[in-house]
């Protein structure tokens, strides 16, 4: 499905007064890893895009994410997986931030940061008026523990208590379409077991204001609940958007859907969407040198990952983008962008979807980095090694031929960064093939085969140095 069948943008450039002009966005930064190109501007008070939900109330189009928080002494580096303490005075002083600034969508999850950041958000939270926010969470009952009725709402009631309020404002059934079979694990955590039922009931009597679903993967899950529409009412979807993703997200793994297809239905029935993964996990910040320049050089005074956040901004039934802002920097250069959000124009939208198809001529790993397969029950580092590998291709650090005149710094670069990066017992080669992490996976990345193919690649490289040391 094409954009001119989607929405007329000309109307809706028109309808937010900027006409057919290209307008350009202030800089902003990875929600992982920080931009060297960020601002250092103040973001204004009181500029905030909003956007109208289905009863007419205004959210901020940009949603703080709470998947990845500050840890006490974290300087930038720290994994989720480590045994850090969340830094609750950070989180604070950056909830007071958005707020003041007009963020007023903040999302969580029981899964998020090993289950403590329903609790960091509910204590940054309750220091301000119920009125000024609206949070979101998500019923994660992921293991197969918690797929009794019992346990489910019992994880319901504990949100509640944990982020300290009466009630939720979005409510969503948390990875439809996770697993092997998506169909057969919708059926089993909210089917069978009457949880979707109870949570309608929660919508009813005003437990839960909004009610929708996050997706990830099996489109037949993803049909079958819009297909049911009528019956079940969605107020609004949450699903992975960006320029990648629109038209390339099937052709990178089999098993995923378009971003067009997905939001294309969803316009169809007019429920609202929630955007996640606007910059794919920061890969969309950290592009292969050589389109960071069209990007550059079309735009030099922002960042290149200002682009991804515009897009996903720019579809009109986009009710909020959200980003895991784990430092305020993130924070600052988000809100420069979206305070106001300048829509991208046709021939905008157009030059960045070129870069998209050719940034799908990369053989990139499509991790997001959100840490659903930790932990390995081996130790592997899966993101750290998928991240390493993804950073050295698109900076051509990837020595692919010892005919290469630039081989040797090519594989040099590999190796060292490898052994930096990720400790040598948790790296690809201790993987065992047991496939307990691949049905966790929102990409439905196979990572047993992706962490055999990289182990194997690390091992003719270290092959390769040897016999070029024993033949010197």
Known sequence: MGKDKIFNRRTFLKALGLG?????????????????????????VGKMTYRKNLKGEQVSILGYGMMRLPTVGDQGSAREEKDAEIDQEMVNKQIDYAIEHGVNYFDTSPAYCKGLSERALGIALARHKRSEF???????????????????VEMFNNSLKEL??????????????????GMKCL??????????????????????????????????????????????????????????????????????????YLYGELVKRNIPAVI???????????????????LLERDPEHSVASWAFRYAGTWPNVLTVLSGMTYMEHLKDNLLTYCPLQPLDDEEMRFL???????????????????????????????????????CLSEGNVPRSTASPTFAQERRAFLVGYDRSVPRLRQADHCIGCNQCSSHCPQRINIPREMHRIAQY???????????????
């Not at 307008?23 to 060297?36: F, L, N, Q, Y």
């Not at 309020?165 to 092997?180: A, E, P, S």
């Not at 899950?221 to 990648?244: M, P, R, S, T």
């Not at 870069?355 to 130790?379: F, S």
Request: glycine share 6%; net charge negative.
């Open 164 to 181: 300290q309020v009466d009630y939720i404002d979005y409510m969503l059934l948390h990875g439809i379409g996770m697993g092997d079979d």
């Open 187 to 260: 059926d089993e955590r909210y089917l069978n077991n009457g949880v979707l039922d109870f949570l309608l009931e929660q919508r009813e009597n005003g437990k839960i204001r909004y009610l929708g679903f996050s997706y990830h993967g099996d489109i037949q899950a993803y049909d079958y609940l819009l297909e049911n529409h009528d019956k079940y009412k969605w107020d609004f979807v949450q699903i992975e958007l960006n320029y990648l993703d629109w038209k390339h997200a099937n052709e990178i793994n089999p098993r995923n859907t378009n971003a067009e």
């Open 134 to 152: 609206y949070v979101a969470t998500k019923l994660s009952n992921f293991a197969p523990e918690t797929w009794s009725y019992e346990a489910s």
């Open 458 to 472: 690390v091992d003719n490289l270290k092959q390769q140095k040897f016999n070029d040391e024993k033949e010197s």
């Open 276 to 294: 996640m993964e606007p910059l794919l996990g920061g890969r969309l910040s950290k592009l292969p040198d050589a389109l960071a320049r069209k």
């Open 353 to 391: 979807e070129e870069i998209g198809n050719q940034l799908a001529e990369y053989n990139t790993v499509p991790c997001n980095d959100c840490k659903y397969c930790m932990p390995c029950p081996y130790g592997i580092d899966i993101p750290a090694v998928f991240t390493h590998y993804n950073k």
């Open 20 to 44: 057919g002009a290209t307008a350009a966005a202030p800089a902003v930064v990875s929600c992982v890893t920080g931009d060297k190109q960020a601002s250092t501007q103040e973001p204004p």
